[in-house]
């Protein structure tokens, strides 16, 4: 039975008895969370909730210096009794952990076979956003590994270890007064976010990938609402609306926010030439 | 004396396969018509890929194929066979950055040397160490890599590890951007990327208010350049120097591997040319057409390893012509004409051999010795005088060093 997944910045976002788990973004080992945990942090509010499922996100790529405590790290959360651990690494897939791992690449687990062979290694995966319906259902059929698929929230589009903004504005001897920025081109017409944090700099859609209608068209164990830079005011109602199955709720969200259902229903090109 | 280092050459084409080859490359690498990150490019049927191999190994060098997209469901029919025909042709190695073609080479047996791809984003030993379980017997290392990093990943890992040191380079994690997906349609890790990064855009802050001046705002790198730094990746035991650049035309590949190719074997054999240190440093920088730094090598980049709108580029008039023959009685080169040049410009015909000659042009004549007074035509056959002997395929530029 599918599950729904939240991504939380407190644990005034636990929502008990609902058919809902928690994902939370690891103190310097993850990115795009509001907020980010430490060991102290994640093992309260763990022992809080022994009845919720909690997913716990290291989900960035980890530099040489990085590796002791990263290993460290993942030792202790190995102890925890979590419902899965979310690398985005291949350095995690060698400390021989107890936990389900899930890798999260971003943009790279695309078809059945590579999935498979994270399956081989008894890992499950985040799907990339960057396929359609019908290509989730075809891995759904080719494997048997643990999908989580985000059907909710800025859809994460790159990023960057160089703090892109605080450089420009460097450059023209401005100062950054705030780690949001939107970013427009001519030419595209779209309004995209662009967000600095510790780690670097991401960019992001502005509209919100919304998948409400496509969630029974689908076969993953979990899907997740990312509430990465959305406005906390509408969390509530997105969480209801998806978990409760609630058409009006949904509509009641949708007035206020740009949607998108990305490439969910079309495929991008491949030749450039086709293309054009 | 320090093991021999690899130079690797990008081969956009046959032509150009064979071109990097002459001009110094230790191995190619290219794309084949299928699964290549550079759907865009020129790139390989199987028939020119074995020609090309052929080409290379008598002359002794490697060929390395990029089988590097990130693969979708509908991409999967026809790798296996594609992977056969790679191991059939005996192509040195395979340059993949998704996991399921290490899978197939591995389950069928299959005889190709595996390179696992820098668009996999490998920032450390252990990630490396995974690679290595798998088969993997060289990993191109993240662009983000800084020369402790480098190092400890070598130390650790015992893995043949391939950096690139000059060249454009992605200013996102690689493999990990889709900004070409959603602004054109075009699918990055399926060989479509549009480079969104090179755009320019208008930046506005959290109230909508505009931030930049105009649409002034970029995130687009400057390039990367590790000529200063070639000793140090030498020391510290980099197998293969990636030049970056499939899409480049001959011209920029021969110079930037005459350069590297030269400055190699100075360090190798400890006879340093300071005189041409601070000329190669020249010749690059004017080839690129961009600017140039260490990016990651040394320190984090900071806002001047940045392009923003307007920034400055050289002239890219620099490449004449090349040599097709030589008239030793009448000491005379006869060149096929790129870019426009007078009689009394100075110019300077460069080789494989790294012996430039410099002199002024003298006269210029046509196929029928009729004299010009310049070389206006791309493409034109002409005569000019040179008294040194020069050979088929060097390359003629301005000569901007003196």
């Known amino acids: 039975m599918s599950k729904f997944l939240l991504k939380i910045s407190s644990d005034v976002n636990i929502y008990p008895g609902y058919n809902l788990g928690y994902i939370l973004g690891m103190e310097n080992y993850a990115i795009c969370f509001d907020k980010y945990f430490s060991l102290d942090e994640l093992k309260k509010i763990i022992n809080k909730y022994p009845n919720e499922s909690f997913f716990i996100s290291l989900n960035r790529v980890i530099y040489e210096e990085e590796l002791e405590n990263y290993k460290e790290t993942l030792k202790k959360l190995d102890e925890l009794n979590l419902d899965g651990i979310i690398v985005g690494d291949l350095a995690a897939l060698t400390y021989n952990l107890k936990t389900p791992l899930i890798i999260d690449q971003l943009h790279l687990n695309n078809s059945y076979l590579s999935i498979n062979h994270y399956q081989n290694n008894n890992c499950g995966v985040f799907l990339s956003n960057d396929i359609t319906l019908d290509e989730i259902n075809e891995i759904r059929a080719n494997t048997s590994a643990i999908l989580l698929k985000q059907v909710f929230g800025h859809i994460h589009l790159s990023t960057s270890v160089r703090k892109l903004v605080t450089n420009y504005l460097t450059y023209f001897n401005k100062k950054l007064d705030n780690n949001t920025h939107f970013i427009k081109e001519n030419n595209n017409g779209d309004e995209y976010i662009i967000n600095e944090e510790y780690f670097g700099t991401h960019i992001l859609t502005s509209k919100i990938l919304d998948l409400f209608e496509e969630i029974d068209k689908m076969n993953c164990d979990y899907y997740v609402i990312d509430t990465y830079l959305l406005d906390e005011s509408i969390i509530n109602d997105v969480v209801n609306a998806y978990v409760k199955k609630d058409v009006n709720l949904i509509y009641k969200v949708r007035n206020n926010i740009s949607t998108t259902k990305g490439f969910i229903n079309k495929k991008t090109t491949y030749k450039v030439k086709n293309y054009e | 004396m320090n093991k021999k280092i690899e130079l690797l050459a990008p081969a956009g084409s046959l032509e150009k ?298 002239s890219n008039q620099d490449f004449l012509g090349i040599v097709l023959d030589y008239n030793e009685l009448k000491k005379e080169a006869v060149i096929e004409q790129r870019n426009f040049f007078k009689t009394g410009d100075k110019v300077t015909i460069f080789s494989p051999s790294g012996k430039d000659y410099s002199f002024n042009v003298g006269y210029i004549k046509d196929i029928d010795d009729n004299i010009l007074d310049a070389a206006r035509h791309p493409r034109e056959i002409i005569k000019i005088n040179c008294e040194k002997r020069v050979n088929k395929n060097d390359l003629m530029r301005v000569n901007f060093l003196d």
């Not at chain 2, 002459?22 to 794309?31: E, I, P, R, S, T």
């Not at chain 2, 005996?90 to 069928?108: G, H, R, Y």
Request: proline residues 1%; aromatic residues 10%; hydrophobic residues 35%.
């Open chain 2, 17 to 314: 396969l064979k071109w990097a080859i002459n001009w110094g490359a230790d191995a190619v690498y290219l794309g084949g018509n299928k699964y290549s990150l550079r759907a865009n490019a020129k790139n390989f049927s199987i028939e020119e890929i074995k020609e090309g191999v052929l080409y290379a190994h008598n002359h002794n060098a490697k060929v390395y194929v990029a089988v590097n997209i990130v693969f979708h469901n509908e991409d999967l029919n026809g790798i296996n066979e594609y992977l056969k025909e790679l191991e059939k042709i005996k192509v040195d190695a395979i340059i993949f950055s998704d996991p399921l073609v290490m899978d197939i080479v591995n389950d069928n047996n299959i005889n190709l040397e595996l390179h696992y791809s820098t668009q996999g984003s490998t920032f450390n030993s252990d990630a490396a160490l995974y690679l290595k379980k798998n088969n993997v017997k060289r990993v191109v290392l993240a662009r983000e890599c800084s020369k402790s990093d480098i190092k400890s990943i070598i130390d650790k890992t015992g893995l043949e590890v391939e950096c690139f040191v000059h060249g454009a380079m992605c200013v996102n994690i690689s493999g990990r951007c889709v900004l070409s997906n959603y602004f054109t349609n075009r699918d990055a890790n399926r060989g479509g990327c549009a480079q969104v990064c090179r755009f320019n855009f208008n930046l506005y802050d959290k109230d909508k208010n505009i931030v930049s001046d105009g649409n002034n705002f970029s995130i687009a790198p400057k390039d990367l350049c590790l000529m200063d730094n070639l000793k140090d990746m030498i020391d510290i035991g980099v197998s293969s120097l990636k030049l970056e650049g499939r899409m480049r035309s001959i011209y920029y590949v021969s110079t930037i591997l005459s350069v590297y190719r030269r400055l190699i074997d100075m360090y190798l054999s400890k006879n340093i040319d300071t005189d041409y240190v601070t000329k190669a440093s020249i010749i690059l920088n004017r080839c690129a057409n961009r600017e140039v730094k260490a990016q990651f090598f040394n320190t984090k980049p900071n806002h001047n390893d940045q392009y923003y709108k307007g920034r400055k580029e050289e």
